[in-house]
């Protein structure tokens, strides 16, 4: 047992240490750092949390704080009446974590090459993360990594999912990290992680992302359409356009990248070559995206991603996108019935990796839909 006074932790307490032992990352070859930061920084999480009522009842809450708890609480009104996502505990509580990620996660590639390094845990299966609620000690992963000739990517999380495993317990909370978002994209972020306690499947990050993200596309659309404001709908549409090109951009790389790294050689001229090939197909990328944003009128919030493109960062973005319009052609095949898509998804789940995957690609392979 991790903690020397067991018997000084409450009942549920103790639950939530086993449950957050297992959701977060938490294996058997895991140092007892790792363990140790993973279920402290939920536990944390967990405590700094309370009801939206509360907040909105206390005359010491920032009045524009309580405008958007109170509009949290709408969208998840939404998610569950319109989108059929579950109605349970998961934000309905808030907490200010006072800090601008919830948790930092670190991803790696080899050199010449677009696949995930994959750590694999409990219930979540093999993810190709790891996650650290202290950004210095993901940094001080990052340095393992890269020590060992990988390319690496740390970059901050807004939101995750305990896949419905802590309702039990209040759920999973509003933070600090999201609840400013825009309106579109606050809502987006609540179906996304809603999406994950629907359908969840183990050594599949590509599966579980890429449904969550057409969910919250498909339902994102639906909300901004009969709830949002017009400056709401605006301000998305601009976002959207933006995000869709910017993807093009990036899946324009990838397949570029594949290509100068498929001859899979030992030898040293070769290595050399590729070398050559991926960095002028990197140069390219930035001065394109340079091109691009001259027409976004200032806007740079790319920027950052952009400046850190690598391997790791490429392979990570993909999980999110590769397969979301498959997900988006079965919604629409199941007359964009949302139990209906559901259960279709969980039908995929149920076949082998390599099978449910083939459904879901495109012989065209679009580039992401209108949805966005």
Not at 34 to 42: A, D, M, R
Not at 72 to 100: C, G, M, T
Not at 285 to 308: C, Q, S, T
Request: glycine residues 6%.
């Amino acid at each position: 047992m991790l903690f020397r006074r067991p018997s000084a932790l409450s009942s549920a307490r103790t639950k939530a240490l086993i449950a957050s032992t297992l959701l977060l990352g938490l294996s058997g070859c895991a140092s007892l750092g790792y363990y140790w930061q993973s279920v402290h920084g939920h536990l944390n999480l967990m405590n700094a949390a309370r009801p939206v009522d509360d907040w909105l009842q206390d005359a010491g809450t920032p009045e524009k704080l309580k405008a958007r708890l109170a509009l949290s609480q709408k969208i998840r009104r939404f998610a569950v009446s319109e989108l059929k996502l579950p109605d349970n505990a998961s934000y309905q509580r808030y907490a200010d974590l006072q800090r601008k990620a919830v948790v930092w996660n670190v991803s790696a590639a080899p050199e010449f090459s677009l696949t995930l390094q994959t750590w694999c845990f409990p219930v979540t299966g093999c993810v190709g993360y790891k996650g650290y609620f202290d950004e210095a000690e993901a940094r001080a992963e990052a340095d393992k990594l890269s020590a060992q000739g990988l390319e690496v990517s740390v970059y901050g999380v807004p939101a995750y999912s305990t896949l419905g495993w802590m309702n039990w317990a209040g759920g999973d909370p509003l933070l600090n990290t999201f609840i400013s978002y825009p309106e579109g994209e606050l809502a987006r972020l609540i179906f996304h992680e809603l999406a994950h306690q629907v359908v969840y499947v183990a050594d599949d990050m590509s599966f579980n992302e890429s449904f969550a993200t057409a969910v919250e596309r498909l339902g994102g659309v639906r909300w901004l359409d009969s709830q949002g404001s017009p400056a709401a709908r605006s301000e998305y549409a601009t976002f959207r356009e933006r995000r869709q090109q910017f993807r093009t951009l990036t899946l324009d790389l990838r397949r570029e990248l594949n290509d100068i790294y498929k001859p899979n050689t030992a030898s040293v001229p070769a290595r050399l070559a590729q070398a050559a090939m991926k960095k002028i197909a990197i140069e390219d990328f930035h001065r394109r995206y340079v091109e691009l944003k001259n027409g976004w009128g200032g806007y740079a919030g790319y920027d950052p991603w952009v400046a850190r493109t690598n391997n790791a960062s490429l392979a990570a973005l993909a999980a999110y996108d590769d397969l979301v319009p498959g997900f988006e052609a079965l919604f629409v095949r199941e007359g964009s019935n949302w139990p209906r898509f559901y259960d279709a998804v969980r039908k995929l789940a149920a076949l082998p990796k390599a099978q449910r995957h083939q459904m879901l690609i495109p012989h065209d392979n679009p580039k992401e839909t209108p949805h966005g």
